[in-house]
């Protein structure tokens, strides 16, 4: 089995694009009509994240695997520098707003850190994390855009059966609060970069334009979401969410599962999408991401001549994908971004985990047909 995309088009014209900023428009405005200003609110901001990562070719599975195979650090350095802007705003959030700001905190357990690993893996054979695999589906990308649904499957799946992966052990959720717990943020994400200027190749420090502004663009956003939603920038839940809701629709019980018939939960399946926190960010991200590519020169991102088991790996990929990061609490945004930005003890456990499960998947991309001949 093969499969190309479409060669690009040429760039729309001024009318088009006129047309798709007025259709964004009305979509936002539709949906703080319908389900109130902070939901409208909440969906800009998706699209704010969306247009980020595909406006500056930023993401997170690519700058390790640059780290890994060719010692570039500028790309994880972006990484660590955006965290660092968001904890200097979110913590102190947190400790003055506890009752109307919730961090992204998890326990450390087993299935956690195991999650963690295979998620590193996963994501480095489709090349796309959480919030990579929706922007890759929305920019026009295959391998993301067949990734994408077995995603959500896989993060239904998983939360089906997490209380099950939990019950093997885990620790009290910790958190580092306050202005000491700023402080150790600090300190260990300083520490991070400096061992990555040692490992990486010399000048690689160096962040180019682009990194610059996207790292100001996320680190903004994710300040302004934690503010107007009341909860950090995520992206599993939505995802699973979907297939939930997809699932009562032709008449599935989700009552035997722990997770999905826990009151939050049920009435968050039975409430509209756009009542949804992570639903709307995720469906910004992939909006975002659709209207870059597709102001640049349409939706095209070629990934060249691939064999039949590259396309299986791609679905194995995706379904564990989803899987494994309900067990690990969240991907690299719930998890490693927002996690971290909170004070989450998991989001530091989470990142070393999942870059020592990058290093397996990246091993693992020529064997499964993944390095495309072009």
Same mark, same amino acid.
């Given at each position: ?16 694009? =006129? ?65 660092? /802007? ?21 326990? /450390?357990?087993?299935?956690?850190? +195991? ?22 589906? %929305? ?23 997490? =209380? ?48 610059? %502004? ?36 032709? +008449? ?91 004070? =989450?003890?998991? %989001? ?9 499960? =990058?290093?397996?998947? /990246? ?12």
């Amino acid at each position: 089995m093969t499969a190309t995309t479409p060669a690009a088009t040429t760039a729309p014209g001024l009318v088009s694009r =006129s047309l798709i900023i007025a259709v964004v428009a009305a979509s936002v405005l539709s949906v703080a009509l319908f389900a109130g200003p902070r939901s409208g609110l909440v969906l800009l901001i998706g699209l704010g994240f969306g247009l980020t990562l595909e406006g500056f070719r930023f993401g997170f599975t690519g700058p390790w695997r640059r780290m890994i195979q060719e010692r570039d650090a500028s790309g994880l350095l972006a990484q660590l520098l955006a965290i660092a /802007i968001v904890a200097c705003a979110a913590l102190p959030l947190l400790a003055a707003n506890g009752a109307e700001l919730k961090g992204a905190h998890a326990p /450390i357990g087993l299935a956690m850190i +195991g999650g963690a690993f295979v998620f590193g893996a996963a994501m480095q054979i489709v090349l796309g994390c959480g919030s990579g695999t929706l922007v890759n589906a %929305g920019s026009g990308n295959a391998i993301g855009a067949v990734a994408l649904p077995f995603f959500a499957i896989g993060s239904f799946a998983g939360a089906w059966h997490l =209380s099950w992966w939990t019950a093997l052990g885990s620790l009290p959720v910790m958190t580092l609060k306050g202005a000491g717990g700023l402080g150790i943020t600090l300190l260990g994400l300083a520490g991070v970069a400096a061992l990555a200027l040692v490992i990486g190749r010399r000048g690689s420090h160096r962040l180019p334009a682009r990194y610059w %502004g996207a790292l100001l663009a996320l680190a903004a956003l994710a300040i302004l979401h934690l503010v107007v939603a009341g909860q950090p920038w995520g992206v599993v839940y939505g995802l699973g969410l979907w297939v939930a809701k997809g699932v009562v629709a032709v +008449g599935g019980d989700l009552s035997g599962s722990v997770f999905w018939s826990a009151p939050a939960n049920a009435a968050q399946v039975e409430a509209s999408l756009l009542t949804d926190i992570t639903s709307l960010t995720d469906l910004g991200l992939i909006g975002g991401a659709a209207l870059v590519a597709w102001w640049r020169a349409g939706l095209a991102s070629p990934v060249g001549v691939l064999p039949a088991r590259a396309w299986v790996a791609v679905i194995v990929a995706g379904l564990v994908l989803g899987y494994s990061s309900r067990l690990a609490f969240g991907c690299n945004i719930g998890a490693f971004f927002s996690g971290i930005a909170t004070g =989450s003890a998991h %989001g530091w456990v989470w990142f070393a985990a999942a870059f020592a499960g =990058s290093w397996v998947g /990246i091993r693992l991309r020529p064997s499964l047909g993944l390095e495309a001949r072009r």
